[in-house]
Nanobody
Framework: QVPLVESGGGLVQAGGSLRLSCSVS????????MGWFRQAPGKEREFVAG????????YYADSVKGRFTISRGNAKNTAYLQMNSLKPEDTATYYC?????????????????WGQGTQVTVSS
């Protein structure tokens, strides 16, 4: 098991910023890929950003490129999603996910471990 815990969600006005954190409470993620997904009410879960942990390579959905940044933190086993220039359409529950190996897929079914989710609400 790779328990994941997200934090950092909240309510923000359009144009504002939030930083989400994903902490791995046990084990090591050195050989893992981490992903952030989001799910808005009535919509399917979608890929937002991904990170290959061992050799940091990042991947983004077109809808967030230039606004969101995924990164590894200095703290052990913590990944971040910095979200800038937020839009009302970014409102969703955000989940971090992990899978062993270096591939960073955009399909949620390719990830083995999930956090509980954190709510992000962007008001217009």
């Amino acid at each position: 098991q790779v328990p994941l815990v997200e934090s950092g969600g909240g309510l923000v006005q359009a144009g504002g910023s939030l930083r989400l954190s994903c902490s791995v409470s046990e084990g090591t993620v050195n050989s893992y890929a981490m992903g952030w997904f989001r799910q808005a009410p009535g919509k399917e879960r979608e890929f937002v950003a991904g990170l290959r942990w061992s050799i940091p390579s990042t991947y983004y959905a077109d809808s967030v490129k230039g606004r969101f940044t995924i990164s590894r933190g200095n703290a052990k086993n913590t990944a971040y999603l910095q979200m800038n220039s937020l839009k009302p359409e970014d409102t969703a529950t955000y989940y971090c996910a992990a899978r062993p190996g270096g591939r960073v897929p955009s399909n949620e079914y390719d990830y083995d471990y999930w956090g509980q989710g954190t709510q992000v609400t962007v008001s217009s």
